[in-house]
C-alpha cells in the first residue's frame, strides 16, 4: 500500500489557480488507481476527479469539467490537479484516494471503492 501525502493548497483569490500534488511513497505507484475528492465546511466528501493507472482514463465532476485538469506521472510517484478559475465554492479540504487497479484503463469515482487517503490540503478561495 502506498503512503500519500497532498501538498499545493493555500488561499488564492477567485480567478486564480492552484496545482495541488499527491506524493506517494511505497511501491508500485503505477498499480493504482488515483482520485482527489474534497470536503468543505459542514458539508460531505464529494468526488472531484479520477485517472487510471496508465493516466489514460480521466473523469471529473460537473462542477469543475472544463476548470480542472488531473494527470499523473508514475516516473516520480505522483498525481496533479490543476485548478483553474477558482471560485469561493471549490473552497475545501482535499484529498488524494488510491486504489489497487488490475486494469491499466480502470478508474472509479466512488469514495468507497477507495481504501487509501491521505491528510488532505486546504483550498481557500476568497471573493
Known amino acids: 500500500q502506498v503512503q500519500l501525502a497532498e501538498s499545493g493548497g493555500g488561499l488564492v483569490q477567485a480567478g486564480g489557480s492552484l496545482r495541488l500534488t499527491c506524493s506517494a511513497s511505497?511501491?508500485?505507484?503505477?498499480?493504482?488507481?488515483m482520485a482527489w475528492f474534497r470536503q468543505a465546511p459542514g458539508k460531505g466528501r464529494e468526488f472531484v476527479s479520477t485517472i487510471s493507472r496508465s493516466g489514460r482514463f480521466t473523469d471529473y465532476s460537473d462542477s469543475v469539467k472544463g476548470r480542472f485538469t488531473i494527470s499523473r506521472d508514475n516516473a516520480k510517484n505522483a498525481m496533479y490537479l490543476e485548478m483553474n478559475g477558482l471560485n469561493p465554492e471549490d473552497t475545501a479540504n482535499y484529498y488524494c484516494a488510491s486504489r489497487f487497479a488490475a486494469s491499466a484503463d480502470a478508474y472509479y469515482r466512488a469514495q468507497e471503492m477507495f481504501a487509501n487517503w491521505g491528510q488532505g490540503t486546504q483550498v481557500t478561495v476568497s471573493s
Open positions: 511505497g511501491s508500485f505507484f503505477s498499480s493504482y488507481a
